[in-house]
């Protein structure tokens, strides 16, 4: 049975990890999947080849891991959206996905992705769960709060989910993706999220 780290020990390794990650992802978007040696990686993130390895065995789970840690919102302000308002805890929730998508990061490491997937067999058979990502987790836990208290119907909460943020996307993400000069002001992002928010509201909400 493995020894149980201490808490100063797991704070090394998650700066390590940290370090790795942001390595990784500069290296990546810098040289492509196929030209970034992972040595190169560990020397960039001031690691030890084994601790790389210790932590990510391949390339491919250490680049899906590089493109997860670009959308993640764990080290933003906790995700609590309002009670008693199905509309307003929409729209906190879209607005922080729009701001996800509109990281420099989170287009150009899909961009690698979408490339570099057709040609290396490791990458095609990484599943690339955004589905743990905390804001995916979040909505999820407030349709079922809504659903409690009341406020609202969501029988398929990953439907529903699926609904909201592809709204969303398609209007502050998607264009940018192809289109590397396409943005949008703070006003048209919030319309583009009241707008989905109003959408679930009158497909959902109860009557």
């Given at each position: 049975m493995p020894r149980e780290l201490s808490a100063y020990?797991?704070?090394?390794?998650?700066?390590?990890?940290?370090?790795?990650?942001?390595?990784?992802?500069?290296?990546?978007?810098?040289?492509?999947?196929?030209?970034?040696?992972?040595?190169?990686v560990a020397d960039l993130a001031d690691v030890s080849k084994a601790t790389l390895f210790k932590q990510f065995p391949t390339k491919a789970e250490l680049?899906?891991?590089?493109?997860?840690?670009?959308?993640?919102?764990?080290?933003?302000?906790?995700?609590?959206?309002?009670?008693?308002?199905?509309?307003?805890?929409?729209?906190?929730?879209?607005?922080?996905?729009?701001?996800?998508?509109?990281?420099?990061?989170?287009?150009?490491?899909?961009?690698?992705?979408?490339?570099?997937?057709?040609?290396?067999?490791?990458?095609r058979e990484r599943t690339f769960n955004f589905g743990t990502l905390p804001l995916l987790r979040a909505l999820r836990s407030y349709f079922e709060e809504v659903n409690a208290e009341g406020t609202a119907r969501v029988d398929d909460l990953d439907v529903a989910a699926a609904q909201f943020l592809g709204m969303i996307a398609t209007i502050v993400f998607w264009p940018r993706l192809i289109h590397g000069n396409w943005s949008l002001t703070d006003e048209e992002t919030l319309h583009t999220v009241d707008e989905a928010a109003r959408t679930i509201v009158a497909r959902y909400a109860a009557k």
């Open positions: 020990h797991r704070q090394i390794a998650d700066e390590n990890r940290a370090a790795i990650l942001e390595a990784a992802a500069a290296l990546f978007l810098e040289l492509g999947y196929d030209r970034t040696p992972l040595a190169r680049f899906e891991a590089a493109v997860l840690a670009a959308s993640d919102t764990s080290g933003s302000e906790p995700l609590s959206p309002p009670p008693g308002d199905f509309h307003a805890g929409l729209v906190s929730l879209g607005s922080a996905y729009a701001e996800l998508l509109s990281r420099p990061r989170t287009a150009d490491l899909m961009r690698a992705v979408i490339a570099e997937s057709a040609r290396f067999a490791e990458l």
